[in-house]
């Protein structure tokens, strides 16, 4: 029976991913390879969902890399780019099955941790516990879903709000 602390981080997860994938939905195809910041969106697609998914393991040790990993970064994690190499990042329909593939993968995850794993240490070397380690997490998440709806709209004056609504649990829009 699941806890009030993954119920919680449940609906965080779902919404914030929600938010991300309609983010990604919601840029117009013209404008996938312009850069957010420093990168273009597919290469933030790629960066938000594979820490998201690498994050919802045990450690960055025991991360296999599978197709969006392969095809986003041209190579498997940990590998390392040639220096002031981009990986050439995601297309944006693979972007939107990987934020699939991610939530999936939270709603499995979540429902095979234990009290004592959201207590135990993250896996990751940081100085929190796995339960702290998911809310990092959907931090990281949270921080490039401002960064990319922001720049979404700035692209798109006339941008249509519906497509990007706050999500507050789950992956209902209000």
Known sequence: ?????????????????????????SCPAEHWERKVANYPVGVVALHTLMWTDVYLGRSGKEFVSHEFVMEGRGRPFGQPL??????????????????DYCLAKVRRVLAEESEADLAGESGFGRPFSRAEM?????????????????????????????GMGWISSGTVRE
């Open 1 to 25: 029976m699941p806890t009030v602390i993954h119920q919680m981080l449940r609906g965080q997860y779902e919404a914030a991913l929600s938010m991300f994938k309609d983010a990604l939905a």
């Open 82 to 99: 040639p220096e002031g190499e981009l990986p050439p990042g995601l297309r944006q329909s693979r972007a939107l099955e990987y934020a």
């Open 134 to 162: 998911h809310l990092y997490n959907i931090r990281h998440i949270q921080h490039h879903t401002g960064a990319l709806s922001a720049h979404i709209r700035r692209l798109v004056p006339k941008f249509p709000e519906e």
